[in-house]
């Protein structure tokens, strides 16, 4: 139990486009998901929480006009890297917890995006 | 504030060697602790996890102990494999914060045949 599904897993780019990104939880309901981003040998950098019905809280240094984040139903949420440059290249990982507590975050096999 | 070390790697080990990677931890309150496994071009996968003290997380042959005293939780395998081959990251998760997740840098483990 407990999988979280990352689309797509892979997405090159020409910088100004934007792309979507969608994380599902497929057996269980996520109030809350998480976006992280992560750096070439780097740990991961937390940008926003994504909540159910209401609007992200993002991490301080983080865009959100650039990296819009929706999260319209228990099981789904989005990221949108709008305007995408070159240095928004990176590993972009979901991930949702059953609840709260001591509940271990499931990850999404994330998106290594790519922009030309 | 809280907050997670991790030794520095890279880790490069023979086949079968022993695996230790230190983790300490600063925590306001009482953490649970986990080890999560990223194999390279993937997202995290949990390992293992302890959620008070004494307690031991055991999965896939690795395993790692609570222990409050030394505030750490080193991660341990009696005879790595190839397989092993991945990045390790140490995290911590406290309720008086909000269950954020604090992570560790993550250290490379290479095994060699």
């Known amino acids: 139990g407990a999988v979280v599904s990352q689309h797509p897993s892979r997405v090159i780019c020409k910088s100004g486009t934007s792309v979507k990104i969608e994380c599902r939880s497929l057996?269980?309901?996520?109030?809350?998901m998480f976006w992280y981003r992560q750096f070439p040998k780097q740990s991961l950098m937390l940008m926003a929480t994504?909540?159910?019905?209401?609007?992200?809280?993002?991490e301080q240094g983080v865009e959100k006009d650039k990296f819009l984040i929706n999260h319209a139903s228990l099981t789904l949420s989005t990221l949108t890297v709008t305007s995408a440059h070159p240095e928004d290249s990176s590993f972009y990982i979901c991930?949702?917890?059953?609840?709260?507590?001591?509940?271990?975050?499931?990850f999404g096999n994330g998106t290594r995006l790519t922009v030309t | 504030g809280n907050s997670v070390t991790q030794m520095e790697g890279p880790v490069t080990l023979s086949e079968e060697a022993f695996l230790t990677i230190n983790c300490t931890y600063t925590?306001?309150?009482?953490?649970?602790l986990f080890w999560y496994v990223q194999y390279p071009g993937e997202g995290l996968q949990l390992l293992l996890k302890?959620?008070?003290?004494?307690d031991k997380g055991s999965n896939k042959g690795f395993e790692a102990t609570y222990r409050k005293e030394t505030t750490s939780f080193h991660l341990e395998k009696g005879s790595v494999q190839v397989s092993d081959s991945a990045v390790y990251f140490c995290?911590?998760?406290?309720?008086?914060?909000?269950?954020?997740?604090?992570f560790g840098t993550g250290t490379s483990l290479t095994v060699i045949p």
């Open positions: 991930s949702a917890r059953l609840s709260g507590g001591n509940s271990p975050l499931h």
């Open positions: 995290a911590l998760s406290e309720l008086y914060t909000g269950n954020q997740f604090y």
């Open positions: 994504s909540n159910e019905g209401s609007k992200a809280t993002y």
């Open positions: 057996d269980f309901q996520a109030t809350t």
């Open positions: 302890a959620t008070k003290a004494d």
């Open positions: 925590a306001t309150g009482y953490p649970s």
